[in-house]
């Protein structure tokens, strides 16, 4: 299995960044994939993630900012990062979301992490 991801760097606030992962080595298309994030010092946390029919989950932080989707064509996964602020500074990885709970109608919560790449670093500062 291989994530590899790509796509971060540095941005003013405000400004827009988008992330791609590569995916390998499994059936990309039966995963429901995501983006978390990790700050030093600090736990994990989802940012968004996608089903395989399509249905994203975004944290609170990012809704109507980030917007995630996926190619299971191209095996690829990627996260359109828009109105930046300070605080999205952190290393950006590429997931499979391993466990997951239902919400009402389509809305579902990621669990636990799968596999992860090594990650890309976003640093969004003035």
């Known amino acids: 299995v291989k994530l590899v991801e790509r796509g971060g760097g540095s941005v003013q606030p405000g400004g827009s960044l988008r992330l791609s992962c590569a995916a390998s080595?499994?059936?990309?298309?039966?995963?429901?994939m995501g983006w978390a994030r990790q700050v030093p010092g600090k736990r994990f946390e989802w940012v968004s993630a996608?089903?395989?029919?399509?249905?994203?989950y975004y944290g609170d932080a990012v809704k109507g900012r980030f917007t995630i989707s996926r190619d299971d064509a191209k095996n690829t996964l990627d996260l359109q990062m828009n109105i930046l602020k300070t605080e999205d500074t952190a290393l950006y990885l590429c997931?499979?979301?391993?466990?997951?709970?239902?919400?009402?109608?389509?809305?579902?919560?990621?669990?636990?992490?799968?596999?992860r790449g090594q990650g890309t670093q976003v640093t969004v500062s003035s």
């Open positions: 997931a499979t979301v391993r466990s997951w709970t239902r919400g009402e109608g389509a809305a579902w919560t990621p669990g636990d992490f799968g596999f």
């Open positions: 996608i089903d395989t029919d399509g249905s994203p």
């Open positions: 080595g499994f059936i990309f298309s039966h995963y429901r």
